[in-house]
């Protein structure tokens, strides 16, 4: 009876410790976390020294029909601002192979990073995808934006934050997505 005891009492001891901590999620006004990641040339990326130069868009993302129809605005957003200090890095929750493919059909022209574990979710406080982390110059969380919108406009509400941020007049991020959009489509 002791080791039916003792053997019970280690499975529950065992079963308590395999339960990962609950998320923290992360909220505005709050510290950036400690976040380093390699891109997929071995470089790394280290959130505090990116957000020591100014600020820093953390986009958490998959290749996904809706993230994809996201990208374009999030892409003109980093285009808009760059010359005025904003960092856009995303991570995307794909395996190399998968992603080759998607990078050169995309044309991808902001940082990037894979991660098909998703630990940079944990890092966040979040399991939504996708999940965008405004970190002002400094390192503070000014704006979090969860979940999709193809339509641009989370993406039109963070360049908006974004300009405040770097001092720059607002660029009508989702206006200029949505007429090049228009122009590029085949006439009927």
């Known amino acids: 009876m002791k080791n039916i005891l003792t053997l019970f009492a280690l499975s529950l001891a065992f079963v308590w410790s395999s339960h990962a901590e609950p998320l923290k999620s992360l909220k505005v006004g709050e510290s950036a976390p400690e976040f380093k990641i390699k891109d997929t040339q071995g470089k790394e990326i280290d959130l505090s020294k990116l957000s020591a130069k100014g600020p820093v868009l953390v986009r958490l993302t998959c290749g996904c029909l809706g993230c994809d129809r996201e990208l374009p605005y999030?892409?003109?957003?980093?285009?808009?601002?760059?010359?005025?200090?904003?960092?856009?890095?995303?991570?995307?929750?794909?395996?190399?192979?998968?992603?080759?493919?998607?990078?050169?059909?995309?044309?991808?022209?902001?940082?990037?990073?894979?991660?098909?574990?998703?630990?940079?979710?944990?890092?966040?406080?979040?399991?939504?995808?996708?999940?965008?982390?405004?970190?002002?110059?400094?390192?503070k969380v000014v704006a979090i934006s969860k979940g999709c919108d193809p339509s641009g406009l989370i993406a039109r509400n963070l360049g908006d934050k974004t300009a405040q941020l770097v001092k720059a007049e607002k660029i009508d991020i989702k206006g200029q997505v949505d007429k090049n959009k228009k122009t590029a489509a085949p006439k009927k």
Not at 110 to 138: E, V
């Open 74 to 139: 999030f892409q003109a957003l980093n285009e808009a601002y760059k010359k005025n200090g904003i960092n856009l890095v995303a991570i995307f929750a794909e395996p190399d192979e998968k992603f080759a493919k998607y990078v050169k059909s995309r044309k991808l022209n902001m940082q990037y990073a894979l991660d098909p574990k998703k630990n940079s979710w944990k890092i966040f406080g979040t399991k939504t995808m996708p999940s965008n982390f405004l970190i002002d110059r400094g390192g």
